[in-house]
């Protein structure tokens, strides 16, 4: 049976690092973190997110803001609103909830924020930055799944690592992360997606798997190799009457049947999910620190 990579433990350890690094500042007589989330209309997944990143915010001791903005705001509006908050000071970064409306240009708004304070690293100029290996704001799954790696002591050195999935925010920074230099990384890696032909003849070689497709169960036993690493990114509401909230929440990997062949793989929940959570506060806390640098200059 697989050991369990406990993305739940291991946030709340990252967690902690966080809001004593916080309370040294704090310490020195340095204002808190600030972290806002700007949010669009009233998607129920996005409100629970949020609601959650704001939780984080307040376990660490950082400020935390929500700006919530209605469904029928027009790209110029929110254009606008994104264009306050890059001028805003004493806010260190601010995070623009995805989905946006589908009326508006997702790819123009993420481009409008300040790259200085894109904690999610979705600006082009973090996503070069990241490409490149220059220092930057990670965006925060592949940054999660890096530091889980890292802290479980898993090596990616030489390794098949197959991503299913080419996302924005997920699958393609995580292959290139995994194939930058250094530890983690130096991986040989296979992005896989819709149009790939044949996913199974791919998983097989795999070391490691990292899915991200958002397709429940898509990852079945008779597509790994014994002893392969599994990291589950999807998560997908499947509706489900017979449980007390009427759905359940599925991961892309079919668990059950996987994790016996598996040596590590991550739960869903409790996985890549808290990771994702903490490495945004980590963003934050780098924005910050940056920032009090300058002022000390
Ligand atoms: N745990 C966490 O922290 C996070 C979890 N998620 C979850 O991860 C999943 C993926 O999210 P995201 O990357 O944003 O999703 P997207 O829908 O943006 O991307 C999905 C990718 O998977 C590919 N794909 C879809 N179906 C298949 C298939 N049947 N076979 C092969 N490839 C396929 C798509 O291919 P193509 O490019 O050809 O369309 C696309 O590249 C979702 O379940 C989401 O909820 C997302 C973010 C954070
Ligand atoms: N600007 C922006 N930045 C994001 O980082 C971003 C986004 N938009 N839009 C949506 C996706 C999705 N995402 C998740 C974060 C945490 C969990 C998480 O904590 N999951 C828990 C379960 C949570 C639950 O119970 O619903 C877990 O896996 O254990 C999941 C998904 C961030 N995203």
Not at 39 to 51: D, F, H, I, K, R
Not at 80 to 95: P, Q, R, S, Y
Not at 119 to 132: C, E, I, S, T
Not at 141 to 159: D, F, N, Q
Request: aromatic letters at 6%; hydrophobic letters at 40%; proline letters at 5%.
């Amino acid at each position: 049976m697989a050991n369990i990579l406990d993305g739940i433990k291991l946030s709340k350890q990252i967690k902690q690092e966080i809001k004593d690094e916080v309370i040294q500042y704090v310490n020195q007589g340095y204002r808190r973190p600030h972290l806002l989330a700007l949010l669009v209309g009233e998607n129920a997944a996005s409100v629970t997110y949020v609601n959650n990143k704001i939780k984080d915010c307040q376990a660490v001791g950082f400020k935390s803001s929500l700006v919530k903005l209605k469904n029928t705001i027009t790209e110029e509006g929110l254009l606008k609103e994104v264009g306050k908050l890059n001028e805003t000071d004493g806010l260190d970064g601010f995070i623009v909830q995805l989905p946006l409306p589908k009326h508006i240009n997702q790819e123009r708004i993420i481009t409008a924020i300040n790259p200085d304070k894109d904690v999610d690293g979705f600006h082009p100029v973090n996503f070069g930055k990241m490409a490149l290996g220059i220092e930057s704001f990670l965006p925060a799954t592949p940054y999660g799944i890096m530091e889980m790696l890292s802290r479980y002591k898993i090596s990616t050195e030489g390794k098949q690592v197959v991503v299913i999935g080419r996302s924005r925010i997920v699958g393609r920074p995580m292959s290139i992360l995994l194939s930058r230099k250094g530890n983690p990384g130096d991986a040989t890696v296979t992005l896989v997606h819709s149009k790939t032909v044949d996913i199974p003849k791919h998983t097989r070689n795999a070391d490691i798997i990292i899915t991200a497709l958002g397709v429940p169960q898509f990852l079945k036993a008779d597509m790994i190799k014994q002893g392969s690493v599994i990291i589950d990114v999807g998560i997908t509401k499947v509706e489900d009457f017979t449980s007390e909230k009427g759905y359940y929440l599925s991961g892309d990997v079919d668990f059950p049947e996987v994790s016996p062949k598996a040596s590590w793989i991550t739960p869903v929940p409790g996985g890549v999910g808290p990771m994702t959570r903490a490495m945004l506060l980590k963003n934050t806390l780098f924005a910050y620190s940056k920032e009090i640098k300058k002022q000390n200059k």
